[in-house]
């Protein structure tokens, strides 16, 4: 059995139209969000904290002209010091990118602005709608990758857990500010252009990975690892994936543009960082570095009661499951996908702050949910088309009983973990009830 659409141009459509209704449903959800804060100087702004880091460029540059002197006063304590005011210099330690993600949004808001000094209402609505439109777009490019492997009702139904089981929802509406609905967007766009060019090499989607390499590290420069997706996916044997790499940098018009995309988009950063510093090289996390190489904090990335991935989103435990199905039945890049939700774990156990901080889960995987939600895709459409609906039927309770939990500490969640350790877990379980309580009235 194979659910096909009989149409399949109608029901792509149809799926995307479903997709983008959806987006407007979450538009309509984070202003309403928005409309209830009566006061922007505390943690339930969206410009505080670290999302005040990435958003202060803007400001800075098309309003006070990267002079501190000209800023509003005590604006760096309303926004929580995500950045600093210091000696007429803005300073901020964090990338670029998701300034130039948001620049589009930002204008927009300053032209409609009443109050144009950057940090009123429109701007925080601004950051909203920003957060919404990455989002809708990183599920509909989700959808067209997972739909050249699998039914399209599959890869439709597929974007259920990715959205509601996963932190992204929280990312999206809750701190819309982050660097993480962005680099969700392009990494899974950029995975669809991948599978386009293993099919069709001479598709003009080749020339839109440099521009997304170039856009996703000035983001966020560790997802730079997704270049080694390009020679690697799809690959039926090592001596394929080096003839295809061989050809790939033999086309010298595409390394060109792979370096001018890279220059283009780092360029911001590098002018930043020559009026910060006066070198256009600096060191983006002072103090930050990867301390723990040694005795990597793998534990406490998956399931730390701070900020733990299978804690918080449950639903990774079954894609984890599902990718070990894959090895065994032979999936295609279940090999890959496990490689690099190993590496990127071990990455992030090895920073100086395994949990990142405040976070709800842990926020550097969202980053590449799109791939490691895939085995759990193809193994969805293999319990279909074998005819397994008792394990699908209980594949579908354990996913609903996942959201569940996952929507659950989203209702409670606002901004930090405050257990008297990584692994207290009795004062989760506390708040999660407590919250209940009081919300039963």
Request: glycine letters at 6%; proline letters at 4%.
């Amino acid at each position: 059995m194979n659910l096909k659409i009989p149409n399949h141009k109608t029901g792509k459509i149809i799926c995307i139209f479903i997709i983008l209704l959806f987006g407007v449903l979450l538009i309509n959800k984070t202003l309403t969000m928005d409309s209830k804060i009566r006061d922007y100087n505390d943690i339930q702004s969206v410009i505080h904290g670290d999302p005040a880091g990435y958003y202060v460029y803007l400001p800075a540059l098309f309003i006070y002209n990267f002079d501190a002197d000209n800023f509003p006063d005590s604006i760096e304590k309303f926004c929580g010091y995500g950045f600093e005011l210091t000696n007429g210099k803005v300073i901020s330690k964090y990338p670029f990118g998701v300034a130039i993600a948001y620049s589009p949004f930002f204008l927009s808001a300053h032209l409609i602005a009443k109050d144009k000094n950057g940090f009123s209402r429109d701007y925080h609505r601004a950051v909203r709608i920003a957060a919404v439109f990455y989002c809708i777009f990183g599920l509909l490019f989700s959808f067209l990758f997972f739909s050249r492997y699998v039914n399209q009702i599959i890869a439709l139904t597929s974007l259920i857990p990715l959205f509601f089981g996963t932190n992204l929802i929280y990312y999206t509406l809750k701190m819309p500010g982050y660097s993480h609905t962005i680099s969700f967007c392009l990494i899974a766009c950029f995975l669809y252009c991948i599978t386009v060019c293993k099919r069709n090499p001479a598709h003009w989607c080749r020339w839109l990975l440099p521009i997304l390499f170039g856009f996703i590290i000035s983001v966020r420069m560790l997802n730079g690892i997704v270049i080694f997706l390009i020679p690697l996916w799809d690959f039926k044997n090592f001596r394929d994936s080096i003839s295809f790499t061989k050809k790939f940098i033999k086309d010298y018009k595409l390394m060109l543009l792979f370096i001018l995309s890279i220059v283009v988009f780092m360029s911001p950063q590098f002018l930043y960082n020559q009026y910060l510093s006066g070198s256009l090289l600096k060191e983006m996390y002072p103090g930050e570095h990867f301390t723990n190489l040694s005795h990597p904090k793998i534990l406490l990335v998956l399931f730390g009661a701070s900020n733990g991935l299978y804690i918080y989103t449950p639903v990774f435990i079954l894609f984890t499951f599902c990718n070990f199905i894959g090895l065994q039945e032979k999936f295609k890049n279940g090999y890959l996908v496990l490689s690099y939700f190993i590496v990127i774990t071990f990455i992030y156990a090895s920073w100086s702050s395994p949990s990142l901080g405040c976070a709800f889960g842990h926020r550097g995987m969202l980053d590449f949910v799109t791939l490691f939600i895939f085995p759990f895709v193809l193994t969805l459409d293999y319990l279909i088309n074998k005819r397994k609906w008792i394990i699908l039927l209980l594949l579908a309770i354990v996913i609903y009983a996942c959201c569940y939990i996952t929507l659950g500490i989203y209702e409670m969640w606002w901004y930090c973990f405050y257990g008297k350790g990584d692994y207290d877990y009795f004062r989760l379980i506390e708040d999660y009830f407590n919250f209940y309580h009081l919300k039963m009235p």
